[in-house]
């Protein structure tokens, strides 16, 4: 009875507050992003949020058992039921066993996933959001309206179904100006019956086309997994999982020897998490 009491408390506080850390989290993120992520179809935008909230909620989970093993440990001082645990045999060191469980199974959950759910991954599912939010603006650009993103301007004179008509279009030394253009979606446009003026070596060279299809790359090239940042984060991932046993450790031995009041329960989670976020990032810098 114990021992499942005490395997429940940690197990549901300490995902708990790794999951609401998560959500402030992403709660920064939909400021941020609030017009990305709502401007785009419900499906696209979940996927992203849940991709978040998972990966965040158990990088968070080291902090969450020490959440929670402080919080478990002071209950049981504050209820008065050490004394009583003790008297029927039970051992600090077999409630220690209790508390570590929960903490060894979340250590194998973060292991699990170690591989799959990554920050470099929460990175490319961001950047795949951004161009599908240009490529959605672009795509119900209205007439006469100029259009920027980074170091490209578009400008139509006029929209139908089959694209634009009298398009001004610049990215960095290059401008186009078309009859027509297409825009093909993931930063691809084709325009028909135009001029093309590029600047090479201080000289402006214009050429006329009939035809021509620019591939910006602009993020194309950097949307795709980078193997060193995935590496770093798989790594990151596997030190992390091997701090969750010694942070429910640490809080419930400490608590147990040293706290005697609420608010010294509370600055004593504090403490341990930026503690335990300080060092993760000293590993993430030295990866």
Same mark, same amino acid.
């Given at each position: 009875?114990? #021992?499942?009491?005490?395997?429940?408390?940690?197990?549901?506080?300490?995902?708990?507050?790794?999951?609401?850390?998560?959500?402030?989290?992403?709660?920064?993120?939909?400021? #941020?992003?609030?017009?990305?992520?709502?401007?785009?179809?419900?499906?696209?935008?979940?996927?992203?949020?849940?991709?978040?909230?998972?990966?965040?909620?158990?990088?968070?989970?080291?902090?969450?058992? /020490?959440?929670?093993?402080?919080?478990?440990?002071?209950?049981?001082?504050?209820?008065?039921?050490?004394?009583?645990?003790?008297?029927?045999?039970?051992?600090?060191?077999? =409630?220690?066993?209790?508390?570590?469980?929960?903490?060894?199974?979340?250590?194998?959950?973060?292991?699990?996933?170690?591989? &799959?759910?990554?920050?470099?991954?929460?990175?490319?599912?961001?950047?795949?959001?951004?161009? %599908?939010? %240009?490529?959605?603006?672009?795509?119900?650009?209205?007439?006469?309206?100029?259009?920027? &993103?980074?170091?490209?301007?578009?400008?139509? @004179?006029?929209?139908?179904?089959?694209?634009?008509?009298?398009? /001004?279009?610049?990215?960095?030394?290059?401008?186009?100006?078309?009859? @027509?253009?297409?825009?093909?979606?993931?930063?691809?446009? &084709?325009?028909?019956?135009?001029?093309?003026?590029?600047?090479?070596?201080?000289?402006?060279?214009? &050429?006329?086309? @009939?035809?021509?299809?620019?591939?910006?790359?602009?993020?194309?090239?950097?949307?795709?997994? #980078?193997? @060193? #940042?995935?590496?770093?984060?798989?790594?990151?991932?596997?030190?992390?999982?091997?701090?969750?046993?010694?942070?429910?450790?640490?809080?419930?031995?400490?608590? =147990?020897?040293?706290?005697?009041?609420?608010?010294?329960?509370?600055?004593?989670?504090?403490?341990?998490?930026?503690?335990?976020?300080?060092?993760?990032?000293?590993?993430?810098?030295?990866?």
């Amino acid at each position: 009875m114990l #021992r499942s009491l005490i395997v429940w408390k940690i197990t549901y506080i300490a995902y708990a507050t790794a999951f609401l850390i998560a959500f402030l989290l992403i709660a920064i993120q939909i400021f #941020r992003l609030g017009n990305i992520i709502f401007g785009l179809p419900p499906s696209t935008s979940l996927s992203f949020l849940l991709l978040w909230l998972g990966n965040y909620s158990l990088f968070f989970l080291p902090d969450g058992v /020490f959440a929670a093993s402080v919080i478990t440990a002071f209950w049981l001082k504050e209820r008065k039921l050490l004394h009583v645990i003790y008297s029927f045999g039970i051992s600090p060191k077999r =409630l220690l066993l209790y508390v570590l469980l929960p903490s060894l199974l979340f250590t194998l959950l973060q292991l699990s996933f170690s591989f &799959t759910l990554h920050e470099e991954k929460v990175a490319f599912t961001r950047k795949s959001l951004l161009l %599908k939010h %240009k490529d959605r603006l672009i795509e119900n650009l209205p007439p006469k309206t100029f259009f920027r &993103t980074g170091n490209v301007v578009i400008y139509a @004179e006029n929209k139908g179904r089959g694209g634009f008509r009298n398009l /001004f279009f610049k990215s960095g030394n290059l401008t186009v100006l078309a009859r @027509e253009a297409v825009y093909e979606g993931n930063e691809v446009f &084709t325009f028909y019956r135009g001029s093309l003026l590029t600047r090479e070596s201080g000289k402006f060279l214009l &050429t006329e086309f @009939e035809k021509y299809r620019l591939d910006l790359k602009e993020e194309s090239q950097r949307i795709g997994y #980078r193997k @060193e #940042r995935v590496r770093r984060g798989i790594a990151m991932n596997l030190i992390n999982s091997l701090t969750t046993v010694p942070m429910g450790a640490l809080g419930f031995l400490i608590t =147990l020897r040293f706290i005697s009041s609420y608010l010294r329960s509370y600055y004593l989670i504090a403490v341990g998490i930026v503690i335990h976020q300080l060092l993760m990032m000293l590993v993430k810098l030295s990866l």
